[in-house]
């Protein structure tokens, strides 16, 4: 018997299942009410495409506050960092871009996608050492200290890039849609969700079948524990912040070619519904990050289409009935 | 393997409270030394700050030939120290395989060293897969002193080991404290159940307002009734 095998006879333990149904209940409630199947589809396409997005620049915001216990309202700096790099990136590959290739055009993004993890992973190093750093543990000094930095980073972009939105078209190839029926999915939006998986699927076997993957899920419980078992738990903070500032460069990228539109304040704006996400998902958890996300940007949708004034607060109704569901979210993790 | 524990005057402040107030004692080498006082004598922080998860304001802390006072607690666990906290702080959403993954810094589990371990906690087998968070008070124990030994250490602190366990569960707990200390560990263990610390003790330290009050070999501290009343207080619990 390998140490694998040791009680492999033994029934697993039973996993809770029912969050990961909700999206399926919220289109079936609200399948009717939009009555047309192709507006359905076209809604819940666009709604799967945003939740991957915002999944992607929230994923990162639920480990470094699981982990580092750092209420960080500066994550949207690293979203808006992530949207310029696209178009800086952008720029000198315009030929690439123009290109109606699907291989250019994804190495394109490929191209984009690795530079703003480089950039704001390093910007998120810079960001955790200088703001971070001197407020470990103190939550009010946090907010002031993180709002501040992302206000400092704010305009910093705007010194560098001036005040004007920049447009930023997506590849040729991803533009126009697809055709299933009546029902129009655009292509963009399937690569966005496409990648959106990618990297949860990257994310969930990182931090499920490698130690440093044990390691964060076992900081986000208990850090002082896992420091006295041997680990360097503030060499695993930064990476773990680096990781989330990289995450949500991708995110950013993502999101500034759904938009088509570069602007400073572009992550700011975006942070509530980060914030919104990783509150409804359980401080900390990946996956409750992940059916947050395409719950939020499935309500945001329907409700867009069934009542666009209910869409402003829909989320916000969606976040209290989730918390009364279930108080610490929908995947509680440790004592959080 | 075993290393001998030595402290030096160990002073440690948490926050404007002055707990451990000149801490000396040793702990010899290869064997089990009874950490005894009443409730706030400064046990529990005498083994965080050994651990490096209090930092020493004054003092010294020696593991055999090394200083390890001041260091991080990784350091200090790199260096050979398990602990076993009171509070088990077992990772309550990884399964107990993953829980002792991680406390396997050198490589992976080896088998040989579970079966050991599952010697003592048959229940862990039993439980391999499932979550930590999941078992009994004294299955998470198991684990806590499973993951502790999962590994050979120089030294164990361990921490109320059979706090609220069932008479059952703490015979095994017994058992197996002797055999880590066979197989060559020097432990260092908090008890308040006198008759556990009877049975596994070769020496007695004991601690009252952050001080060691007491220093001996663990069978004539237990002969001696009047001054356990003195030292320990009646209200021992588990003269028991």
């Known amino acids: 018997m390998t140490v694998g095998d040791f009680g492999a006879a033994l029934p697993r333990p039973r996993r809770d299942l029912l969050p990961i149904f909700a999206p399926l209940i919220v289109a079936a409630i609200a399948a009717p009410f939009i009555g047309s199947a192709s507006s359905f589809v076209t809604l819940t396409a666009a709604g799967l495409a945003m939740g991957m997005m915002i999944f992607t620049m929230a994923s990162g915001l639920t480990l470094a506050f699981g982990m580092m216990d750092v209420l960080n309202f500066g994550h949207g700096a690293f979203i808006s960092l992530g949207a310029y790099v696209a178009a800086l990136a952008f720029a000198p590959l315009t030929s690439w871009a123009q290109a109606d290739s699907w291989p250019l055009n994804l190495a394109l993004l490929a191209l984009t996608l690795a530079a703003a993890v480089v950039v704001c992973g390093l910007f998120g190093l810079v960001f955790e050492r200088l703001v971070i750093v001197p407020v470990y543990g103190q939550h009010l000094k946090q907010i002031l200290a993180t709002i501040g930095g992302s206000i400092v980073a704010e305009q910093l972009l705007y010194a560098l890039f001036g005040p004007d939105v920049i447009a930023l078209a997506p590849p040729a190839s991803f533009r126009g849609a697809f055709l299933i029926g009546d029902a129009a999915i655009e292509k963009y939006r399937v690569v966005a969700t496409l990648v959106g998986l990618v990297v949860f699927v990257g994310l969930t076997l990182a931090l499920n079948r490698t130690k440093i993957g044990l390691l964060i899920r076992a900081g986000v419980q208990d850090r002082e524990m896992v420091e006295a078992l041997g680990y360097r738990v503030d060499r695993l903070f930064v990476g773990v912040f680096m990781a989330g500032a990289a995450l949500a460069g991708v995110g950013g990228v993502l999101w500034a070619l759904y938009r088509q539109q570069v602007h400073a304040s572009m992550g700011g704006e975006l942070l509530v519904l980060c914030f919104v996400v990783i509150i409804i998902g359980g401080l900390g958890s990946v996956g409750g990050c992940f059916i947050g996300a395409i719950l939020v940007a499935l309500i945001d949708n329907y409700a867009g289409f069934l009542a666009p004034k209910l869409a402003l607060v829909a989320n916000i109704g969606l976040m209290v009935g989730v918390l009364l569901w279930r108080p610490r979210g929908l995947y509680p993790v440790g004592g959080r | ?240």
């Open chain 2, 1 to 240: 393997m075993t290393a001998r524990l030595a402290l030096d005057g160990v002073h440690t402040h948490i926050g404007r409270y002055h707990i451990l107030q000149g801490v000396d004692f040793d702990a010899p080498a290869g064997a089990t030394t009874m950490l005894l006082g009443r409730n706030g004598a400064g046990k529990t922080t005498c083994l965080r700050t050994i651990m490096g998860l209090w930092r020493p304001s004054r003092g010294t802390i020696a593991l055999g030939d090394s200083a390890i006072s001041g260091l991080r607690a990784s350091a200090i666990a790199r260096a050979g120290v398990a602990y076993v906290p009171e509070t088990m702080a077992v990772f309550a959403d990884l399964t107990v395989r993953e829980n002792l993954t991680l406390a396997a810094r050198d490589g992976p589990l080896d088998e040989a060293r579970l079966q050991w371990i599952f010697g003592f906690f048959p229940t862990l087998r039993r439980f391999w897969l499932s979550r930590a968070g999941s078992l009994s008070g004294g299955q998470k124990q198991m684990v806590s002193i499973a993951r502790a030994i999962v590994e050979p250490r120089r030294l164990l602190l361990i921490d109320e080991p059979t706090k609220g366990l069932a008479p059952a569960i703490v015979g095994g707990l017994i058992d197996c404290l002797k055999e880590i200390k066979r197989v060559g560990a020097t432990l260092v263990v908090v008890e308040q159940n006198f008759r556990v610390a009877r049975e596994v003790g070769d020496w007695v330290r004991v601690m009252d307002n952050g001080r060691i009050v007491h220093a001996g070999p663990m069978a004539e501290f237990a002969d001696d009734a009047a001054l356990q009343a003195r030292l320990l207080g009646l209200s021992l619990d588990s003269r028991q």
